[in-house]
């Protein structure tokens, strides 16, 4: 089940955290991954890490919010693989702040990265799959429930999110008669890097106690785990979602089923 075998996957953002979770998990159900980040050392070392387990993957430089390298990466992955059939829109950044506390550089960072850089390999993504009938492929983006509900002081983060779930159920219909299918997840607080580097920024002294009232925060009493994430992403790009398309899956531990304060990253 939720087999990947001969698939082309190609994960941005996927150094580090969830993307790297995903990246691993795909390539032990099969897939052969490319392992796309800002980052190329930290994407060679996932690369490693899949080659080590003999997994299949290639590291590749990338600013997903450069266009002319994100068609330059999709050109090179058709010429080396043929196809790709699974994007995993994954690379994010975050802003903490109010939008009076918000510049126009902040917003920008976030959206050039979130929302601008999401469209763009997601267009590269549909051009192929377009081209490719009928096997089509499966696009699985990585948004927050920060695009559902509003948090506390997350203005271009929350804007960029629901960005990104606008977009995913506009690809999916558009191009559902053309066997794409593209869904959403929309995860709460997942303890990765991006949680760690949060806590040094904001709390350079009182990391260890905030992360634990991080953990109690959460309707669960803990914060999730990366692979919790990529379990997710895994049966979305399956063919045993073969049914869902438009859909954003929240996995956020009763987060956002909980009226009370929500405080997330
Ligand atoms: N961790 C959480 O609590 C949480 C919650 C909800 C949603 N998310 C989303 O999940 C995704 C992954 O988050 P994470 O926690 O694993 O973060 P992370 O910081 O651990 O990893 C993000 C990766 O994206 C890469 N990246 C950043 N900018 C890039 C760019 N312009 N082009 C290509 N790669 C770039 C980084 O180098 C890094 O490897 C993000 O989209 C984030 O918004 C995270």
Redesign the pocket.
């Given at each position: 089940m939720f087999r990947l075998d001969h698939k082309i996957a190609l994960v941005?953002?996927?150094?580090?955290?969830?993307?790297?979770?995903i990246a691993l998990l795909y390539a032990r159900q099969g897939a052969y991954v490319v392992i796309?980040?800002?980052?190329l050392a930290?994407?060679q070392r996932v690369v490693n890490e899949i080659t080590a387990q003999d997994g299949r993957a290639q590291a590749v430089q990338?600013?997903?919010?450069?266009e002319a390298q994100v068609q330059a990466v999709f050109a090179r992955v058709v010429q080396e693989h043929g196809c790709l059939d699974i994007l995993v829109?994954?690379?994010?950044?975050?802003h903490v702040g109010n939008i009076l506390e918000t510049s126009l550089d902040d917003w920008e960072r976030v959206m050039?990265?979130?929302a601008r850089?999401v469209f763009l390999c997601a267009r590269e993504a549909v051009r192929l799959m377009v081209a490719r009938q009928p096997q089509g492929g499966v696009l699985v983006n990585?948004?927050?429930?920060?695009g559902m509900v509003a948090l506390d002081r997350r203005l271009p983060?929350s804007a960029s999110?629901g960005a990104v779930i606008s977009l995913t159920r506009s690809i999916a219909i558009d191009f559902a008669q053309q066997h794409i299918r593209a869904n959403a997840i929309?995860?709460?607080?997942?303890?990765?890097?991006?949680?760690e580097?949060f806590l040094a920024k904001n709390f350079p002294t009182t990391s260890d106690e905030e992360r634990d009232k991080l953990h109690a925060r959460q309707p669960i009493g803990r914060?999730?785990n990366?692979d919790e994430?990529a379990h997710a992403a895994l049966y979305l790009a399956s063919d045993e979602a073969a049914f869902v398309t438009g859909s954003s899956l929240v996995i956020d531990g009763g987060l956002t089923a909980d009226n009370s304060v929500l405080i997330?990253?």
């Open positions: 941005t953002g996927a150094g580090s955290g969830i993307g790297r979770e796309a980040d800002i980052q930290a994407a990338l600013d997903v919010a450069d829109n994954n690379a994010g950044v975050s050039s990265v979130n850089g990585i948004a927050s429930v920060a983060y999110k929309c995860p709460g607080t997942v303890h990765t890097p991006f949680v580097g914060m999730g990366p994430i997330f990253l």
